[in-house]
């Protein structure tokens, strides 16, 4: 997977309004068995015992993130823990948007980011997130020329727009390949947010995807966002400021969760265009 960068602003905002609809359960990529589990995994998170730990590196570990073996009650896992706290030209790479983006995923009901807790590290703050096993990125999983299976080429393609919808709302440019996560049943995890939350005017002003999008394919065209499931939808509608503050507080400034709220309203407004122009099923399901 490879994006093109459009160059320019473009949609407007709109007024939003939160309800909890059982619908979406449907789209989620974990299952609904290990959703119920994320409080405990979260626990296990922050007070597990660090067993052992490596630093990743390499083209796709530039973060130089830590993997760490983690152990409480009987149960092992590993995490990966971050603490790049970094801005340079007003663009920000820091572990709290980790953690930011995996509450909003929370509150949209999606399910596809990994149960991801604050958590110390020789006494330095950093985001753990839970590593997730049985898993390939999109780039090992698709290396070879293998392709979605037919059978699961629809459901693919519904997540992808999914995917697209989520990293327009939380401002993230730098979703590829390797920050994809497939399932052996091709189910899509995403992970590695800390450069999300854009707040120069370019990155809160327009969307990352969708007709107006900033990212293009190689032939200038744009990368659909819809049909997007209706509880979705509904929840991006109710989607405003105190709400996303009350959900990520501390982890996000003023500016980004301003902007979240920004594209909230961009989206849902493309939506309804798109209902409008060519039909309701065009736009949502």
Do not use: C
Not at 57 to 69: E, Q
Not at 169 to 185: K, M, P, Q, Y
Not at 228 to 234: D, F, G, Q, T
Request: glycine share 10%; net charge positive.
């Amino acid at each position: 997977m490879s994006f093109t960068r459009r160059r320019g602003p473009a949609g407007t905002a709109a007024v939003l309004a939160f309800v909890l609809l059982p619908g979406l359960k449907a789209a989620s990529q974990f299952l609904p068995a290990e959703t119920a589990e994320g409080a405990v995994w979260e626990e296990f998170l922050k007070s597990a015992r660090i067993a052992g730990e490596e630093q990743l590196g390499g083209p796709d570990a530039t973060t130089r993130p830590w993997k760490l073996s983690l152990e409480k009650g009987g149960r092992s896992r590993f995490g990966l823990w971050k603490d790049v706290d970094v801005s340079e030209g007003g663009l920000v790479d820091a572990w709290r948007h980790e953690i930011a983006a995996y509450r909003l995923d929370r509150l949209l009901g999606l399910d596809m980011v990994p149960p991801t807790v604050e958590r110390r590290r020789g006494g330095v703050k950093g985001s753990l997130q839970l590593w997730i096993d049985e898993t390939a990125n999109l780039k090992k999983k698709t290396g070879d020329g293998t392709a979605v299976p037919a059978a699961k080429s629809d459901a693919w393609n519904r997540r992808a727009f999914i995917q697209r919808a989520f990293d327009s709302l939380i401002g993230n440019e730098d979703r590829n390949a390797n920050n994809i996560l497939v399932t052996e049943d091709w189910r899509m995890l995403l992970i590695d947010h800390s450069r999300a939350f854009r707040t120069p005017r370019a990155a809160a002003d327009s969307l990352i995807f969708g007709e107006n999008g900033a990212f293009r394919t190689s032939d200038g065209g744009f990368y659909p966002l819809s049909p997007l499931p209706r509880a979705l939808v509904e929840r991006l509608g109710s989607l405003d400021a105190p709400k996303i503050r009350e959900a990520v507080r501390p982890y996000l400034t003023r500016s980004e969760i301003e902007a979240v709220a920004l594209r909230a309203g961009m989206i849902l407004k493309e939506i309804q265009d798109i209902a409008r122009r060519s039909g309701e099923a065009a736009a949502i399901y």
